[in-house]
């Protein structure tokens, strides 16, 4: 037995609320599944209406509390860079459980979702200190001769309610909490029913460093029950959600009610454009690891392959070769390069819409079902024969499903990649930075990458338009998400 099999310690189950650990008041579990065996690990708490409330009402005390409202930014900082500390200490181990628990090859866990979620702590530790207003000199539409000055300042929403998908679990999680906490906030966070246990471990760590009572409390449990009740709840502020767009719209009706704030981080259908002067040895594997990394199960995915006529057999056999090389295993296996489907749910869904795609006619290149091995594994697919009316090629799949289309000129490109719901991510393959440049310009997309794909920075506002969601989070935008602006008006007087 290797060190990549050795099974992780799996962390302390139950809720916590209030720097405490308890049961569910319900009693009622979810299980939790290994989608590389599909055998049961353990299982996690279904928080009931009643504990969301409790968890909403101690991240409300602590943020009214004295002590909170004082600490010095510079110390919320502080608890965010600790925290960042103990998060890199036990890396290794929580990687393990990632993959254990997502599925996602290790390698992927330590150094894509452990890396991001130690810089996304030591990212927002440097914010807590940055947040300034305006000093603003005032021409009163009354001349009283008076002197009037205005000040704004940035104050924390309040209670912020987390609720983040699988596909990343402890990155989705920090990209909730770690704003939160540095702009002023507390936080309730529920992460998805499918993958909590990196988050549950997570709560030990920050119990470990040491958080005031209050300030991030982790409730498990499933959406329409335990993530409808935060949502619905008054003294939470702001929902900030990453998710399905189906979910997010529910979300939006619901805190209609409360007018929460809410920033929504929602699905996708991206497109991957490579034109025909690309380079061609970047572009091809640059487009299939668009998507089949994370075996597919990212919210940019380039799910959509759309390449220039003349360049387009080359690059679809390009892409199906690659997809047809792929070893897929077990994450926890050294050589695995694509992992399960997190779940039997999602893979019947993949595996659902490729059939759909086959049976009205497209033809797959490569893969097109799921694996006959063990576990929950899908076949990394591409698919050409497309039409753009095909529900394939509309619906986002959120697996390692590619729909490849030529394009017959430069001119048609923009409407071809804008024929969708979505406007999340799009990637440009070209020599040509005038090209690069005027369909970067054109293409409905809250990020487009150029001759790169999936890049993410926390110094880059990220979020979607049209059905990918509402608002941005990271860099100087997560400002606006998390704080509300104060403005208090005077009048100075010159009598004394
Ligand atoms: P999902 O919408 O099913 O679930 C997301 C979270 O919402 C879970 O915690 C779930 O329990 C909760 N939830 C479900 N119903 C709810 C309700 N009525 N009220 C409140 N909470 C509820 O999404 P998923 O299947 O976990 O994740 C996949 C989706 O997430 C894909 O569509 C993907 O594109 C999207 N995603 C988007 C981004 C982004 O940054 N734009 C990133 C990752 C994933």
Redesign the pocket.
Known sequence: MTEMDAAPRLPRIGLFIDGSWVEATSGKTIPVFNPATEAQITEIAAASVEDVNRAVEAAHRCFESKAWKRMRPLDRGRLLEKLALVVEENADELAHLETLDNGKPFATSRYVDLAFTIDALRYFAGWASKTAGEYITLSPFFDDGGVYRAYTERRPVGVVGG??????PLG?AIQKIAPAIAFGCTVVL?????TSLTTLRLAELIEQVGFPKGAVNIVTG???DA??A??EHPLVRKIA????????Q??LA?AAKTMKRVTL????KSPTIILADADLSRAIPGAANAIFGNSG????AGSRLLVEEAIYDEVVAGVAEIAKGLRLGPGHEQNTQLGPIVSAR?LERISSLVEGGIAAGATPLAGGARSDRQGWFFEPTVLTGIRPDMEVLRE?I?GPVVCAMPIKSFGEIKAIANDTPYG?GASIWTRNLDRAHMLADEIDAGTVWLNTHNILDLAVP???SKL??LGREFGTEAINAFTETKAVCMRLSDDS
């Open positions: 609720i983040t998908p699988w596909n990343f989705q529920k992460p998805s029913e499918e499933y959406g329409h993530g409808a935060l949502v959600f990453t998710g399905s767009t189906a979910t997010g529910r979300i619901s981080e929602l699905g996708g199960q990212v919210c940019t999602q986002e959120f999340l990220f979020g979607g990918s969601g």
